[in-house]
């Protein structure tokens, strides 16, 4: 389900990732303004990077088990004082029901134009290996 956020003072939001899954994420911006992004929890900094480009630039990318409990994507785009996050997720469930593997996207608009493509985050973890 897509939901809609504006990041406020502290310009953070929770990223629902379960503690022990591995994951692979990527990141890029197309757009006028240097944007910031850090994805951490509380024991380790998985993406921490600051960049700027108005043309397509190579994705950031990294992977790695997800560590602590509670994981954060911050953001900040210093010319920016209205920023607007997009935000949807996907399950893939086992057999039961349960919840095997989740896909996250953000998408962060920065200004008047709507067309989110400030900050482009993928995330995608799963639970299981071997
Ligand atoms: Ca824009």
Do not use: H
């Not at 990041?7 to 944007?35: D, H, W």
Request: proline share 5%.
């Amino acid at each position: 389900m897509e939901t809609r956020l504006k990041l406020t003072v502290g310009r953070e939001l929770p990223v629902e990732i379960p503690q022990g899954y591995y994951m692979c994420f990527s990141f890029t911006t197309q757009a006028a303004n240097k944007v910031y992004i850090k994805l951490y929890d509380e024991t380790t900094v998985y993406l921490d990077e600051e960049r700027q480009s108005t043309e397509p630039a190579p994705m950031v990318t990294g992977d790695g088990y997800v560590q602590g409990e509670a994981m954060r994507l911050k953001l900040d785009i210093p010319a920016s004082s209205n920023i607007e996050i997009r935000k949807n997720s996907w399950d893939i469930t086992g057999p039961g029901g349960e919840v095997i593997a989740r896909t996250m996207v953000f998408l962060v608009e920065d200004y008047i134009d709507y067309d989110y493509n400030d900050v482009i985050l993928t995330i995608t973890a799963w639970k299981e290996k071997g």
